[in-house]
């Protein structure tokens, strides 16, 4: 019934989530992330691309709380709240990626004075 609106969800998450890893680690290296067979352990680029997969599919499960809801809001109908939630995920796991990688950078900086 809601096909349309499916498919932009599903646009949606595939586009935040699989493109920017397949571009980063090619199509192979983002499917071992997706599929949680990752070999490259501890290298900085796939934690970081980990962490924003996670942040990202956490907000869109966590935007679907609202849907149930009886408050009648034009932005609880399917599958808007999800969207904003992957969003929104997207968002705070991009910042939560930068502040690591900028303790990391710092920490360097200092081991290396």
């Avoid at 989530?17 to 490259?40: K, M, N, R, Y």
């Avoid at 969207?83 to 950078?105: D, P």
Wanted: proline share 4%.
């Amino acid at each position: 019934m809601h096909h349309e609106e499916t498919t932009m969800l599903t646009a949606t998450l595939t586009i935040l989530t699989f493109v920017p890893a397949s571009l980063h680690l090619g199509v192979d290296g983002a499917l071992e992330i997706l599929t949680g067979a990752q070999s490259q352990k501890g290298n900085i680029l796939v934690d970081a691309i980990k962490i924003n997969i996670q942040g990202t599919l956490l907000g869109t499960w966590l935007g679907a709380i609202v849907i149930p809801l009886d408050w009648d809001r034009p932005w609880q109908v399917w599958p808007i709240p999800c969207v904003l939630g992957a969003l929104f995920g997207y968002t705070i796991a991009h910042f939560i990626t930068l502040v690591k990688i900028l303790f990391i950078l710092r920490l360097g900086k200092k081991v290396h004075r």
